[in-house]
């Protein structure tokens, strides 16, 4: 199975790459187009500011390359929310495959939110044996909230989507490469989709 980690300069690789070979499996970091369709599957990290990242996508055409992809392609923390349509950081437009806008937490509550949280309301086969209310690791100062495409949920200060899904675009919000055995399982189930 050919697995690609997309590098464009956002944070979190290494994490990844480790959780993946303690699942078995070798990962290829690449920013080629050509490398990227013919994976079987792609992981979109993302640590960082969405402005920036975006710039980043955009420089390398992968802002074009990614919504055309068919095989299953897993958003973790920004990547996820630069799937989104737009986000607040920066006044970003996103790649629009999940049809929601992120916005910032409010000042309620401290931000980021950073530590562990529970998932719940869990509707993918990505949480195939998987607990409700299981503890996944987050940071976060911004967020998706809930929508058609929620297949997980978290509570801080209010509800929102921790996770979407839409045809073979899946994104997380918090790090399952982070977040222990759970976390494991989750990159697990995704590298069977």
């Not at 802002?63 to 897993?74: H, S, Y």
């Not at 737009?86 to 401290?110: A, C, M, R, S």
Request: net charge negative; charged share 20%.
């Amino acid at each position: 199975m050919k697995i690609v980690i997309i590098n464009y300069g956002a944070g979190n690789i290494q994490s990844i790459l480790f959780a993946i070979e303690r699942l078995g499996f070798t990962a290829m970091l690449t920013n080629n187009p050509e490398e990227i369709k013919a994976a079987d599957k792609v992981i979109f990290p993302g640590v960082g500011e969405a402005s920036y990242a975006m710039k980043m996508l955009k420089e390398s055409g992968l802002d074009t390359l990614i919504p055309t992809l068919t095989q299953p392609v897993l958003g973790i923390c920004l990547g996820m929310q630069l799937m989104c349509k737009h986000t607040q950081e920066g006044d970003t437009t996103g790649l629009g495959i999940f049809d929601v806008d992120v916005i910032k937490f409010t000042p309620k509550v401290k931000v980021p939110q950073m530590g562990w949280n529970q998932i719940y309301n869990l509707k993918s086969g990505l949480f195939k044996g998987i607990a409700e209310n299981e503890y996944m690791y987050l940071v976060h100062s911004f967020y998706a909230p809930l929508c058609d495409e929620a297949i997980a949920t978290t509570n801080y200060e209010e509800e929102y989507a921790s996770a979407l899904e839409n045809n073979n675009f899946y994104g997380t919000q918090f790090h399952p490469e982070k977040s222990g055995d759970v976390g494991e399982q989750i990159l697990g189930n995704f590298l069977k989709l």
